[in-house]
């Protein structure tokens, strides 16, 4: 049978797979949501408790992050698997935070104290499908996770906590030390670390010193697009589309000329055009206070909750516009919309100046009015400026009312640019004349090695400029390589985990999960692997596999192989290699290497015999590997250096085979010596047959007893050639 008789799937396709990776684990969950509830009808309670975890999920879904279980009133979320991000500890600290905010947002607007806590810790977990069947769900298992338990069960209220290792790969964040702890099962850890949001500086400017290059074409683009918006007097609207770290902040930071806040703010760039950034706080929908500061000019202030109309908030409460801003507003209506009361009236209300009052008339548009009389004082601001107006909303939420406002806002006759970015173009979007998109491609291959030397040490720029090709000309992993290589110790050091391999792990994620696993197991081989070998790691599956390897360029052919008839390749860096070596799951890799051992076996028993009993020794065949050593001792002993070859043999003489076996490796090695003429080498040598010869007389079998008899044999025969060397070195020529 070549399929299931149960599902239907082929039989020589892989089952799903279990992967080492490095990742950011996030712990939420509510604070006394029992006590809050406990009088409440259970359906309520469900309810209730389903808001929080979907506010709460499309935070941590913000940050691309990966809820990974629903546990009750909180949730286990995952940042680096089953797809990583080079700045997933950023990712997973800041997608925690937003939650606890929007779930904070949700019980001032529900009229209950809701309050949640999170712990967030990075390690190196199991990723992948756990159960079978429908009870099957991937999910991430190590005692990485279980710290991350125990820091959101010691957290505060409102708080996140985060471990060492999250502490020390987030460098743009800013943590404090908290009180000591003492966390179940975590005796060594003695304090955790607690974020403080006020100071993240994920959005401060980039430096002066990091190039902008590779964007001719998109700067052209967006320009053209705020020129035709000047001189037809009409609304349009821009997508800019991309993958995450590809640039689309930075892109309308330099076009535009202004850094981009965290909530709404307007500043004027030459000649007068006014450019607005709207970045809504994650999770919530557009705030009007933030469009009346923008077309009032009020003062800046921190952002306010959207609320419905009906919301029975009056003015001067808890982030309502100031008493001294209304007469301003008032002023400004009457200016822009004359003879327009309904729309004053709602645009004060929406910003809780006043009292909402209830709408009883059918609009048969269908349209929300508020939205609309904000479209409408919007558009007359835009033509009494003579300048176009530039809105841009950078990765904003999903929002129904801000869908709504911006599709209004692009029909406005009036000079506004609104401009968008998104991984990808939403359904719904119209193609029309007013509405129009790019997609940003990766950076060609010299810009790409222009930004990352710019930022990179001098003594390591011909390093970087090796890797560049690993990360697709995206700019965000360029620029963390670049600032990894600018500390040269943390980024090279091989003993643990470096912000290289984050980038790199990344890298890999792009590619499918066969194609993954391939790539993972070949690394196991070495530096290089062979057509044959790949053939036999995938099962047979390597030709598609290949192709994609190929031309993404993890792997590279060599011009010559070490084997005959069989196509070489070696990976396109040591660190890559390294990097899809730490995916393979350590219960696997003797398999492997037993696979690779046995395959280079067929093909090359005496060239690498010495990395095949490596393979060997790896998958726990040590008898197997002390063969295929003692053949490349051998062939050490004729053609290498002494110290190479004793090492092969001090290397033989520790591995726990039986100790006829060691007595033999012995001799031999003592052969080698008087061979070169190392007499002293040499009686160190037989003195070691010797010693096993006896002990092996007194404790092995009665069947090694005759092999030891001949090894004692040849021992001493060799001792007696070993004695006349030093004479025969001495006598005269001839």
């Not at 080492?20 to 209730?48: C, M, N, Q, Y």
Request: hydrophobic fraction near 45%.
């Amino acid at each position: 049978m070549r399929y299931c008789g149960m599902c239907g799937r082929p039989l020589n396709e892989p089952t799903a797979t279990r992967e080492r990776r490095r990742v950011s684990v996030v712990f939420i969950d509510l604070v006394g949501f029992s006590d809050l509830t406990h009088d409440e009808d259970a359906e309520l309670v469900r309810d209730l408790a389903d808001e929080v975890l979907r506010v709460a999920s499309r935070a941590i879904g913000n940050e691309d992050g990966y809820v990974a279980a629903l546990r009750g009133d909180g949730l286990m979320a995952v940042f680096g698997a089953p797809r990583s991000h080079p700045d997933d500890p950023e990712r997973a600290v800041r997608g925690a935070a937003a939650a606890l905010t929007a779930i904070a947002r949700l019980g001032e607007a529900r009229g209950r104290p809701l309050q949640g806590r999170a712990g967030v810790n990075t390690g190196t977990v199991i990723a992948g499908t756990v159960g079978a069947g429908r009870a099957s769900e991937y999910t991430v298992m190590g005692s990485a996770v279980n710290l991350a338990a125990r820091l959101e069960e010691a957290a505060e209220p409102g708080r996140v906590w985060v471990g060492a290792d999250t502490v020390k790969a987030a460098r743009r964040l800013t943590f404090e030390t908290t009180d000591p702890v003492r966390l179940a099962g975590f005796p060594e850890v003695t304090h955790a670390h607690r974020y403080v949001p006020s100071r993240d500086t994920r959005l401060a400017a980039f430096p002066s010193d990091v190039p902008f290059v590779g964007r001719e074409r998109e700067i052209v683009f967006l320009q053209e697009a705020r020129d035709q918006v000047a001189s037809t007097g009409t609304a349009h609207e821009v997508w800019l589309l991309g993958e995450t770290g590809v640039g689309k902040t930075r892109l309308l930071r330099e076009t535009f000329g202004l850094d981009a806040p965290i909530n709404a703010r307007t500043e004027i760039v030459p000649p007068r055009d006014a450019v607005t950034w709207l970045r809504a706080p994650l999770g919530d929908a557009l705030t009007w206070s933030d469009l009346a500061g923008v077309v009032f000019d009020l003062p800046m202030r921190p952002a306010t909750p959207p609320l419905k109309e009906g919301s029975p908030r009056q003015p001067g409460g808890e982030g309502s516009l100031n008493e001294e801003d209304v007469p301003r507003i008032e002023a400004g209506l009457r200016r822009l919309l004359p003879g327009e009361p309904r729309w004053w009236r709602a645009i004060l209300a929406s910003v809780h100046a006043i009292e909402v009052e209830p709408w009883h008339r059918i609009d048969r548009r269908r349209v929300n009015r508020t939205a609309l009389a904000w479209r409408d004082l919007l558009a007359a601001w835009a033509r009494d400026r003579g300048a176009p107006w530039i809105v841009i909303i950078d990765e904003a939420p999903p929002s129904a009312l801000l869908d709504e406002f911006l599709a209004l806002l692009r029909e406005a006759d009036a000079p506004i640019l609104v401009v968008r970015s998104a991984r990808s173009l939403p359904a719904g979007v119209p193609h029309e004349h007013r509405s129009t998109h790019v997609t940003l491609s990766p950076l060609p291959l010299d810009a790409a090695d222009a930004l990352v030397r710019a930022l990179t040490a001098p003594e390591l720029r011909e390093a970087a400029s090796a890797l560049v090709p690993q990360l697709d000309g995206i700019p965000g992993h360029l620029m963390e390589l670049g600032f990894a290589l600018s500390h040269a110790a943390d980024a090279l050091d091989a003993s643990g985990d470096t912000p290289l391999d984050a980038l790199l792990q990344a890298r890999l994620d792009r590619l499918d999960g066969p194609t993954r696993r391939l790539l993972a197991h070949a690394s196991l081989a070495g530096e290089r692997v062979w057509d044959g070998l790949l053939h036999t790691l995938s099962g047979g599956r390597d030709g598609e596999l290949m192709d994609t390897l190929l031309a993404e360029r993890l792997l590279v052919r060599e011009p010559r192989s070490q084997l005959t008839k069989q196509r070489e390749y070696r990976f396109q860096s040591e660190l890559l290699r390294r990097t899809a070596r730490e995916l393979v799951p350590l219960n696997e890799r003797a398999p492997v290497h037993l696979t690779i051992a046995t395959w280079l076996e067929a093909h090359a028993p005496l060239a690498l015999s010495e990395a095949i009993g490596e393979h060997f020794l790896a998958g726990e065949a040590v008898e197997a590997a002390f063969a295929h050593w003692l053949a490349a001792a051998d062939v050490a002993a004729r053609t290498r250096t002494p110290e190479e070859a004793d090492a092969l043999y001090g290397r033989l003489l520790g591995l726990g085979v039986g100790v006829a076996e060691r007595a033999h490796a012995a001799l031999d090695w003592a052969r080698a010596c008087v061979e070169r003429g190392d007499g002293v080498r040499a009686t160190e040598a037989l003195d070691l047959a010797e010693r096993f010869v006896a002990e092996g007389r007194r404790d092995g079998p009665s069947k090694v007893h005759g092999l030891l008899d001949r090894v004692a044999q040849d021992a001493s025969s060799l001792r007696l050639i070993d004695a006349t060397a030093p004479v025969l070195d001495e006598a005269p020529n001839g």
